[in-house]
């Protein structure tokens, strides 16, 4: 969502960058014998502009460049404001794709540094001195939720960056893990198993708080700040699901990032993008009230996305995507907004239903 609306932030500045170039094209040059007024110029200017704008803005008449030279400047800034169009496409993709990457990243160093924590703390004289964190880290719970980080961190070939930082990991032990004072948390431990450390307490009370590894992060991701929150939550839902009894699930199990979703993601911008103009008229139809362009610009690329979603993804089942979009609302969305935006997605579900429009093909999807 934050792609496409980066997207048509770029538009916008993109159609006042292509009125320049057709001011310019517009001009006369030194070479042209014509002798024209300013107001004449500026008349001429306003009028083709005007054409522009009307019939050439995206949608231009392909038999143009048979016509005045006129014409042909005006399909030439057409151009222009398309090829500047697809080149933000790209660089808003290529740096989402970056960000993923990045939080996958970050997401792996969590996973990384209990690895190293874990030896530490099993093969030093930390026993005596550190009863429960010698204890944490050979529990049973513990040590296979350690193995499988070592497997996910191998399948990735990960090589985290502290690595290279001298210190940084006694910093980390000596500054935060260390000096934390079990007593003082008993009343907290007392929920978690009994007063003993589970993985989950022990990732999100000591190393979600140490100050080492936020220093670290915020020189890692300049981005942390934003960042910080979905990456916690992403890591502490992967040692949840890892830890839950009787599962056989696997940290490679529990998905952070995949080539499929960064596919998916790609497919879903492009898409949503290119077709825009052909999913307004089903807007429209369930905003008979209201003015499509007053609608607030999230709340339409929200429903503009879950449309594409049931017209060009056939292998997701309608229902997958109705409740995937009324989370995201519900995360997006005002309490009023979320109502309205839930109303229209189903309001449109049911008309291309009714019209036989949703085309799915796979198991129990058609």
């Known amino acids: 969502m934050q792609a496409i609306y980066s997207y048509h932030v770029c ?47 995206l949608d231009f008449p392909k038999n143009c460049f048979k016509e005045s030279l ?9 151009q222009y404001f398309v090829e500047l169009n697809k080149t933000d496409i790209e660089n808003i993709i290529n740096y989402s794709n970056a960000s993923f990457d990045l939080f996958e990243k970050c997401c792996l160093i969590y996973f990384s540094i209990l690895t190293d924590l874990n030896n530490y703390f099993i093969n030093s004289n930390s026993k005596k001195n550190f009863e429960f964190l010698y204890s944490f880290f050979t529990q049973e719970n513990t040590q296979k939720l350690i193995e499988e980080c070592k497997k996910n961190i191998q399948k990735n ?82 040692l949840i699901d890892i830890n839950k009894p009787d599962t056989d699930k696997t940290v490679e199990d529990v998905e952070i990032s995949s080539k499929e979703g960064t596919i998916f993601f790609n497919k879903l911008v492009r898409k949503t993008i290119s077709n ?17 362009n007053r609608i607030q610009e999230l709340d339409r690329i929200l429903i503009l996305m879950a449309l594409c979603e049931l017209l060009e993804f056939e292998n997701i089942p ?8 009324l ?10 907004s979320r109502q309205f935006v839930n109303g229209i997605i189903d309001g449109i579900f049911k008309e291309l239903t009714r019209d036989k429009k949703i085309k799915k093909s796979g198991k129990g999807l058609s």
């Open 11 to 57: 538009q916008k500045a993109n159609y006042q960058i292509s009125l320049d170039f057709l001011e310019d094209k517009l001009r006369p040059g030194y070479t042209n014998k014509e002798i024209l007024t300013e107001n004449e110029i500026r008349e001429n200017i306003k009028l083709h502009t005007t054409e522009y704008e009307k019939n050439y803005l």
């Open 327 to 336: 989370e995201i609302a519900k995360h997006y969305c005002s309490p009023k």
């Open 157 to 238: 070939k990960f090589k985290p960056t502290y690595k290279n930082e001298n210190g940084f990991l006694n910093d980390l032990i000596k500054n935060d893990i260390e000096k934390y004072n079990l007593k003082e948390n008993q009343d907290n431990l007392s929920i978690h198993n009994n007063k003993t450390l589970s993985p989950s307490y022990f990732v999100t009370e000591i190393l979600f708080n140490s100050p080492t590894l936020e220093d670290f992060f915020e020189n890692f991701n300049i981005y942390w700040n934003d960042d910080s929150s979905m990456v916690k939550h992403k890591v502490f839902q992967s």
């Open 276 to 292: 825009e103009k052909s999913y307004l008229p089903w807007l429209a139809n369930n905003t008979k009230n209201w003015d499509v």
């Open 70 to 78: 006129a014409e042909k400047k005006l399909v030439e800034t057409s």
């Open 318 to 325: 309608p229902k997958a995507t109705l409740n995937e979009y």
